[in-house]
């Protein structure tokens, strides 16, 4: 079955990029049938969608995080990842990879999740 | 862009209690509505996509309605597992989404 798996520093200081990785295994990140996403959610807080790509490159932001966020792929490696610039106290979140199923219109599964706290 | 949402914010209930939860579209999102289950800890799960199907594994208790701006999540005889926080998150605009805040279930 798919599984996704986040990667990164869990701590990153005020000023700089926040930088994650996504791993997807037991499925191609290069189906026409999926895009994948970042969602991610501060402490005691609700979701917030960071953005999407699809195999092909293309990508989707939120408009409140677009001029920070760039998201990437590497089909090659079945990864796809985060970078978040300029991150102050308020990116403090547990971040989530997830597949969003075209069909569906539907994020599934999520990946477990890995807190990113910005703190000098 | 579109916002979602949900009420009430936080609810009480007890087993067996049949629970209605509801999210509200600002504009019409015809059925592009999912249902998503948080428990403390752990990533959200898939419940209901497309307003009223049924997730695969999901147990029957859990339905879901409505079309255009107005939807529910029922859970029919509320059971020990399913104390959790819920989220809507509507998809007429996949792949660029958007969530409600969440309804906090919790045992009376």
């Known amino acids: 079955q798919l599984q996704l798996q986040e990667s990164g520093p869990g701590l990153v200081k005020p000023s700089e990029t926040l930088s994650l990785t996504c791993t997807v295994s037991g499925g191609s990140i290069s189906s026409s049938s999926y895009y994948w996403g970042w969602i991610r959610q501060p402490p005691g807080k609700g979701l917030e969608w960071i953005g999407s790509?699809?195999?092909?490159?293309?990508?989707y932001y939120n408009p409140s995080l677009k001029s920070r966020v760039t998201i990437s792929v590497d089909t090659s490696k079945n990864q796809f990842s985060l970078k978040l610039s300029s991150v102050t106290a308020a990116d403090t979140a547990v971040y989530y990879c997830?597949?969003?199923?075209?069909?569906?219109?539907?994020?599934?599964?999520w990946g477990q999740g890995t807190l990113v706290t910005v703190s000098s | 862009d579109i916002q979602m949402t949900q009420s009430p914010s936080s609810l009480s209930a007890s087993v067996g209690d049949r629970v209605t939860i509801t999210c509200r579209a600002s504009?019409?999102?015809?059925?592009?509505l999912n249902w998503y289950q948080q428990k403390p800890g752990k990533a959200p799960k898939l419940l209901i996509y497309a307003a009223s199907s049924l997730q695969s594994g999901v147990p029957s208790r859990f339905s879901g309605s409505g079309s255009g701006t107005d939807f529910t999540l029922t859970i029919s005889s509320l059971q020990p597992e399913d104390f959790a926080t819920y989220y809507c998150?509507?998809?007429?605009?996949?792949?660029?989404?958007?969530f409600g805040q969440g309804t906090r279930l919790e045992i009376k």
């Open positions: 504009q019409s999102i015809s059925s592009y």
């Open positions: 998150q509507q998809s007429y605009s996949t792949p660029r989404v958007t």
């Open positions: 997830a597949r969003l199923v075209i069909l569906a219109a539907a994020f599934d599964p």
């Open positions: 790509i699809y195999y092909s490159g293309s990508t």
